[in-house]
């Protein structure tokens, strides 16, 4: 770049130049170079004025550059951690389905031991039943009804066979018919075992006995004692109740639905530690799906 000259001096120095008898063609030669001296400054005038702008404008554009670089590297800072989280909840997501998928399983290995279980219980109950069955008479079958509901089996036993005429006490004909229920009872010592009484709804017009309740309670009383004292069943499996008149199976309206309203029923089931196994066996949940679930 040309440097500045000042325009005084060339001034001074042309005067000077004309008072010293300077000759015309020099004075011309100097007058030309003065011109494109002052030519070439103003040419340089403006080419500072525009590096000046351009130096402006790159500035600005530096500036908004930096701007934008801050920009893009809070969003890279935002993807990244949106990309973190997303991974963590990847992990956690593949953990879950994990112990979601063991839980299956586990609960899968249980429904199928319940299903065994069940299996074998009903198999069982059904030997039982056809054991029993066969050992009683025609007669007896007569007295007897033998269901099995819901894995449980129900021996049903009509007052006129067991006991005395508006008595709890055994009469002597049932003696044959409970030794082969005991028998079977005996032969299934996996088996507990429930008394359970069961009136019609006439009241009971006995002194030593205060109502429905009481003689119903009394009859199922009487024949746990009998499988206990006179057939050897193990006192231990033995529960005697009574439910009065409020469990009928018939309508008490007529003399046939009384009579099949007075029974006493055994009811043989599995022991309750049996249950209690199945319950400890089932699969635990996790206090996540407590609450998820």
């Excluded at 908004?64 to 969003?75: M, Q």
């Excluded at 069982?124 to 009804?145: K, P, Q, Y």
């Excluded at 894995?151 to 709890?168: A, C, F, H, T």
């Amino acid at each position: 770049m040309i440097k500045k000259i000042g325009f005084p001096l060339l001034l001074i120095s042309t005067v000077i130049i004309s008072s010293c008898g300077v000759s015309k063609k020099t004075y011309q030669a100097l007058d030309a170079q003065y011109k494109d001296l002052s030519t070439q400054y103003q040419q340089s005038q403006v080419e500072l004025a525009e590096s000046k702008a351009r130096s402006k404008s790159l500035e600005e554009q530096l500036e908004n550059e930096r701007k934008t670089n801050a920009g893009l590297r809070e969003a890279l800072a935002r993807l990244q951690g949106t990309l973190d989280n997303s991974i963590n909840q990847n992990t956690q997501g593949n953990v879950n389905i994990s112990k979601l998928v063991d839980e299956i399983n586990a609960s899968n290995r249980y429904i199928q031991h319940l299903v065994n279980t069940k299996n074998k219980s009903d198999s069982l109950n059904m030997v039982l039943t056809n054991n029993l069955t066969r050992s009683l008479s025609r007669e007896e079958m007569r007295d007897v009804d033998v269901q099995v509901l819901k894995g449980v089996v129900y021996i049903s036993l009509s007052d006129n066979m067991l006991y005395k005429s508006g008595s709890y006490e055994i009469s002597d004909r049932a003696g044959e018919t409970l030794s082969k229920i005991a028998k079977i009872i005996q032969d299934y010592k996996e088996y507990d075992v429930l008394i359970e009484g069961n009136t019609d709804n006439v009241p009971i017009s006995k002194t030593n006995i205060r109502n429905n309740w009481d003689l119903s309670t009394l009859r199922a009383s009487s024949v746990v004692q009998a499988l206990q004292n006179t057939y050897g069943v193990d006192p231990k499996r033995l529960t005697a109740g009574g439910r009065g008149e409020y469990n009928p199976v018939a309508n008490n309206g007529t003399e046939d639905g009384k009579a099949k309203n007075r029974r006493t029923q055994i009811i043989i089931t599995p022991k309750l530690d049996q249950f209690m196994e199945l319950i400890d066996q089932a699969p635990e949940t996790s206090e996540a799906d407590t609450t998820a679930n």
